[in-house]
């Protein structure tokens, strides 16, 4: 359960940690989640926050209750913040590298025969248009091949929801496309 208590040596310390945890998870959970809006990431945030201030123990001690209690906040809420910054460079990294993929346009194209009324150039554009978690949900479809099911595991939600967002995802693309084309074609 605690696994970050292991890397403490001193009984004492370790119980200081542990009941440290037990009292203020709750206040802790609920401002990692107020950052992350995501359960699991939440406890994952609160299990490195402890891992880390394992090290700061004796500051930890030192600390009247009311600034022990800021302190622990603003520590979750530091790696939370960095956790997504985390998450979205790595979102922004694949979708850099499905972009330079010379067979993502052939990818796209295969489902619905959604791009098929719509030339390559117009594709990237409205794209890019689009906000992360839409592209996001794009990539990994037509672009990584990733089927639903897959989807669901890596977004950390059920397969019919990853259909619904695509499928609106899909809607806002073609509306985005067809203002590209009508923009064009306006004289």
Not at 29 to 38: D, N, P, T
Not at 117 to 135: K, V
């Amino acid at each position: 359960m605690l696994i970050f208590l292991a890397s403490i040596e001193q009984p004492d310390d370790r119980e200081f940690m542990e009941q440290l945890y037990l009292d203020h998870h709750p206040m802790m959970y609920r401002a990692a989640v107020r950052v992350l809006r995501h359960p699991q990431d939440a406890e994952d945030v609160i299990s490195d926050t402890f891992l880390s201030l394992c090290k700061k123990i004796p500051l930890l001690r030192s600390m009247d209750c009311n600034k022990l209690r800021a302190y622990l906040v603003i520590s979750i809420r530091n790696t939370a913040i960095n956790l997504l910054r985390r998450k979205s460079r790595q979102a922004e990294l694949l979708w850099a590298q499905a972009e330079e993929t010379p067979d993502a346009q052939a990818l796209w194209q295969q489902e619905d025969g959604l791009f098929d009324a719509f030339e390559d150039s117009d594709i990237a554009p409205a794209l890019r248009r689009l906000p992360l978690r839409d592209r996001q949900l794009i990539e990994m479809k037509y672009a990584l091949g990733l089927s639903d099911e897959e989807m669901a595991r890596q977004l950390e939600i059920k397969p019919v929801s990853v259909r619904v967002y695509l499928s609106r995802v899909r809607q806002k693309l073609r509306a985005l496309m067809e203002e590209r084309e009508r923009d064009h074609d306006a004289p």
